[in-house]
């Protein structure tokens, strides 16, 4: 019940409020009004209060760097999981959407390319299969 409250609040927050400011940093005396655009605010919103502001960012290093295939998995099912992952990345919050971050930091709230996750996915499995792929280049 406290998530539907917070919930609540943000969409209220977000959609009803006058007072917020948009792209430029003008601030405008009417509400946002309900769109599109105004729930993806507001789900970001509500992201970044139960979450970790740079949880794209963590993502992206984790499956870039620690992500290992289980031995037991077949490797289609580990590449179509990872897939899955990768569409949920633009969802997340990122540090660009935090207050404290400099103008210059760049969203890393992007998926990765088809290519980057052929290389995260040779990454993730055995030695044995890195160099099998490489043998058959």
């Not at 309900?34 to 993806?40: A, G, N, P, Y």
């Not at 760097?65 to 633009?90: A, E, G, I, S």
Request: hydrophobic residues 35%.
């Amino acid at each position: 019940m406290r998530q539907r409250a917070s919930w609540n609040y943000f969409f209220a927050k977000t959609c009803h409020t006058a007072g917020w400011k948009n792209e430029k940093g003008e601030e405008q005396t009417k509400p946002q009004g309900l769109s599109w655009e105004t729930f993806q605010l507001c789900q970001n919103e509500y992201l970044l209060s139960v979450s970790k502001k740079n949880m794209a960012e963590q993502i992206r290093i984790h499956l870039t760097f620690h992500v290992k295939k289980p031995t037991q998995v077949l490797v289609r099912v580990f590449m179509q999981r990872l897939d899955q992952m990768n569409t949920y990345l633009p969802y997340l919050p990122c540090l660009k959407d935090s207050d404290v971050t400099p103008p210059e930091t760049e969203h890393m709230n992007w998926p990765f390319s088809q290519y980057e996750l052929g290389v995260i996915v040779i990454r993730a499995c055995s030695s044995a299969w890195d160099e099998h792929y490489y043998l058959l280049r």
